[in-house]
Structures are given as structure tokens and as C-alpha cells.
């Protein structure tokens, strides 16, 4: 079993809908991140949280250190939206990022 | 730019062939990291770097796998005799000193291996 799960693993949606993606992990961890990464582009970082919730424009992302899971959400969504969403993990002291296989979010006009 | 660079963005070797991938890391990032990320799949750890000491590089899938950062910038991960299996984009972040800071990423190198 990965130590980091993400749902769904494709994601297609309406332009305009809210999307949700999730991500579950079974090791205590310092820190959490939330990538995005566009077909044949590197990776961009979205977020880092440890605990609560952090707004960024249209994307809120939110961890519950309690029950291991952190979920992405898109508000608005748009077509530009569409990439892959890869939910990243930083055990206890460890620089190491383990990461989840991510989700492939598709937004149609 | 002041982001990180790589180069070469794509590279086809034939099997048995050496490559050399470099990675330009952001200006004053002390840490520096190599990722493997199979079609399909995410990024896996190779290996890390703070400064020129390579602290960690447990993963690194074998021996023909070899990387480098001389004096604390540039760093080479090179892959000798490689195989089909080496085929993948590989990823160079680099940050910061310190479990608190964002790691930043380069665009990759998409490795084909024929």
C-alpha cells in the first residue's frame, strides 16, 4: 500500500464546477504539498500546509492532521485548470517528499 | 530566469549508452534534489544534496546510477549502460536550507531509452 493515496485518479469536469480532490496518508508527516504539474511542464508547488486550511486565489487547500488527509479545492474551475494535481508528503524530520501518483483533472469548456 | 533550469529537456539514448543530465539549481538554494518519475506515476526520491555533500542517496535504483555537485551549484546525475527500465522524466528541486521551505523544480528531462 502507497503511503500516499489520492482520489480520484482522473477527474473530468464542467467549466464553472467546484472540484475537490483528496489525499490520504498513512505516516505522520511535518508537512504537506499540493503540485501541480501541466503535460510536458515541470512541477509547480501550490501549497505547504502542517495544519488548517490555506486559500490561494480560487484554491483552498485544507489537512486534517488528525485523520491523515488533506483535500485541494477549485472554485470557478477552468479549462486552464486542467493538469495533474500531485498530493506530496514530508515525514517527522525528513527532508525526503513522498508523493501520491497524482490526479489527472480535465476541465471542458 | 531565476528559476530552476535543466537540460537537456529530452534525451533518446539507445540501450547501453551513458547519459548526463544537469541540473542549474536557483541561486543560494543549499539543498538540492533528484527525482524519477515513471510515466503514469509520481516523483520518486533518488537523492540529496546539501551543498556538495550528497547526504542521501538511498535512491538511487542501482549503481549504474551516479550523481554529482562539485562545488555547492550545478549538479550532473549521470546513468551508465542504461536500460529500458530507466526510461522517465527526471526531476531536479532545490531549496533553501531547511525542512520548512518550499522545494522549487526544474521542467525535467524526459529520457527515452530505445
Known amino acids: 500500500k502507497n503511503e500516499v493515496e489520492q482520489s480520484p485518479q482522473n477527474l473530468t469536469a464542467q467549466e464553472g464546477e467546484f472540484i475537490t480532490i483528496n489525499c490520504s496518508y498513512s505516516?505522520?508527516?511535518?508537512?504537506l504539498h499540493w503540485l501541480q504539474q501541466h503535460p510536458g511542464g515541470g512541477i509547480v508547488s501550490l501549497f505547504m500546509?502542517?495544519?488548517g486550511k490555506k486559500k490561494h486565489g480560487r484554491l483552498i487547500a485544507t489537512i486534517n492532521i488528525q485523520e491523515k488527509h488533506s483535500s485541494l479545492h477549485i472554485t470557478a474551475s477552468h479549462p486552464r485548470d486542467s493538469a495533474v494535481y500531485i498530493c506530496?508528503?514530508?515525514?517527522?524530520?525528513?527532508?525526503?517528499?513522498?508523493f501520491g501518483k497524482g490526479t489527472l483533472l480535465t476541465v471542458n469548456p | 530566469g531565476a528559476g530552476v533550469s535543466q537540460s537537456p529537456r529530452y534525451k533518446v539514448a539507445k540501450r547501453g549508452q551513458d547519459v548526463a543530465l544537469r541540473c542549474d539549481p536557483i541561486?543560494?538554494?543549499?539543498?538540492l534534489f533528484w527525482y524519477q518519475q515513471a510515466l503514469g506515476q509520481g516523483p520518486e526520491f533518488l537523492t540529496y544534496?546539501?551543498?556538495?555533500?550528497?547526504?542521501?542517496k538511498s535512491g538511487l535504483p542501482s549503481d549504474r546510477f551516479f550523481a554529482e555537485r562539485p562545488e555547492g551549484s550545478v549538479s550532473t546525475l549521470k546513468i551508465q549502460r542504461t536500460q529500458q527500465e530507466d526510461s522517465a522524466v527526471y526531476l531536479c528541486?532545490?531549496?533553501?536550507?531547511?525542512?520548512?521551505?518550499?522545494?522549487?523544480f526544474g521542467p525535467g528531462t524526459r529520457l527515452t531509452v530505445t
Open positions: 541561486s543560494g538554494h543549499v539543498s
Open positions: 505516516v505522520g508527516i511535518s508537512a
Open positions: 528541486a532545490s531549496s533553501l536550507l531547511g525542512q520548512n521551505y518550499e522545494q522549487y
Open positions: 506530496a508528503v514530508r515525514g517527522g524530520s525528513n527532508y525526503k517528499l513522498t
Open positions: 500546509l502542517s495544519s
Open positions: 544534496f546539501q551543498n556538495e555533500a550528497q547526504l542521501d
